[in-house]
């Protein structure tokens, strides 16, 4: 059973950072995609950024590159989401996700996972 477990969201001010962290048990790394999306009240559950396990080839939305960065340790079975930089846009529940369905290159459409976290929730004061 894959199992995924999200740690580290808080409240920060502007500009300050966030390391989130998501457990993954169940599933042998290999050819797939993992994924941080992120959803405020009223809106749409927006993909942030992907990686693919098997290169590590990374994506980003628009809105974070250059301030988030997504990585693994595959020895701890973790994902991590290093955010710099928060702004209050930022602010949204963060959930992590798996797509086991060995896409390449990772897509950041919510429908094509198929496993999530309970989600962490950041909150960014200005």
């Known amino acids: 059973q894959v199992q995924l477990v999200e740690s580290g969201g808080g409240s920060v001010q502007a500009g300050g950072s966030l390391r989130l962290s998501c457990a993954v048990s169940?599933?042998?790394?290999?050819?797939?995609?993992m994924a941080w999306f992120r959803q405020s009240p009223g809106k749409g559950r927006e993909g942030v950024t992907t990686?693919?396990?098997?290169?590590?080839?990374?994506s980003y939305a628009d809105s974070v590159r250059g301030r988030f960065t997504i990585s693994r340790d595959n020895a701890k079975n973790t994902l991590y989401l290093q955010m710099n930089s928060l702004k209050p846009d930022d602010t949204a529940m963060y959930y992590c996700?798996?797509?086991?369905?060995?896409?390449?290159?990772?897509?950041?459409?919510?429908?094509?996972?198929?496993?999530w976290g309970q989600g962490t929730q950041v909150t960014v004061s200005s």
């Open positions: 996700a798996a797509d086991v369905g060995a896409r390449y290159p990772c897509q950041s459409n919510p429908g094509l996972y198929e496993y």
């Open positions: 169940g599933v042998t790394w290999h050819r797939y995609c």
């Open positions: 990686i693919y396990d098997a290169d590590g080839v990374t």
